[in-house]
């Protein structure tokens, strides 16, 4: 079987971090781009969209953000499955029609989470399962027809709607880029020793259950690709029912 074609739409401002991890986590030929450089595919040539997280707001004034939102309507627009990872989960419902606010807190470090009901994505999770969080907005209004996924007591960690899925959580963080993140951030001395402190091996080791979302995802890609006829992507103008 050919690999998957999946566009990573890279929104960390050049973090290495964010390159290595995802280019570790999916199984596929990746085409990346530095969506906060103004780097957009030129197609839709691709068999998904994964879109990654970001330091900036989907609310955010930033020339990179509304062309990235264009594509990334189009690509749903022709039915191409798409990923997103916190800013990327909410960058997915903020196009579809959702709501995306500060929201008041900074949830970071390993966090408890719990996913809701039958869901393709968190097949293989347990229904409580531990993941690396690092965020300060929130969706706090899903789209309109969008099913919830999982969640925690600061916001909404996951939902579905069609083709596409956002994960407010991070399964792509291995320990160096957890303590990364948490030396940038500006933290009380008292939290960021407190959350330094989590980083272990163990709690790693139980977070990496979370990964299996990738897996999932990929999977329901593939999925697509049998029960369907061969399309070009580029005159892919309607998704077809799933």
């Known amino acids: ?10 929104a960390s401002h050049r973090d290495a971090n964010t390159t290595r991890n995802f280019r570790r986590e999916l199984d596929g030929s990746l085409a990346e781009y530095d969506v906060t450089g103004g780097s957009i595919p030129e197609t839709y040539a691709f068999d998904a969209v994964v879109i990654t997280g970001s330091r900036s707001s989907v ?16 690509a ?5 499955p798409c990923l997103g990872i916190c800013w990327g989960h909410q960058l997915l ?11 008041g807190a900074y949830e970071v470090g390993y966090s408890e989470i719990e996913h809701t009901g039958e869901s393709r994505l968190f097949e293989g999770i347990d229904t409580a399962f531990t993941a690396f969080t690092s965020h300060s907005d929130e969706v706090s209004a899903l789209p309109a027809g969008a099913e919830p996924l999982a969640e925690n007591r600061y916001s909404n960690h996951g939902f579905r709607k069609g083709r ?26 008292e939290r960021r020793d407190s959350v330094l402190a989590e980083i272990t091996d163990e709690n790693y080791e139980r977070a990496c259950e979370a990964k299996r979302v990738f897996e999932n995802f ?23 029912s799933s």
């Open 59 to 74: 609310y955010w004034n930033e020339s990179w953000i509304e062309p990235t939102k264009d594509w990334v309507a189009e």
């Open 164 to 189: 596409v899925f956002g994960v407010q959580f991070h399964p792509e963080y291995d320990q160096k880029t957890a303590r990364d993140l948490v030396h940038e951030k500006e933290l009380t001395t």
């Open 218 to 240: 990929l999977e329901y890609v593939r999925e697509l690709q049998t029960s369907e006829p061969v399309v070009d992507s580029e005159s892919r103008s309607e998704p077809s």
């Open 1 to 10: 079987m050919s690999q998957l074609r999946i566009a990573v739409l890279n």
């Open 93 to 103: 419902a903020d196009v579809l029609g959702g709501t995306v606010e500060d929201m």
């Open 76 to 80: 749903i627009d022709r039915g191409l």
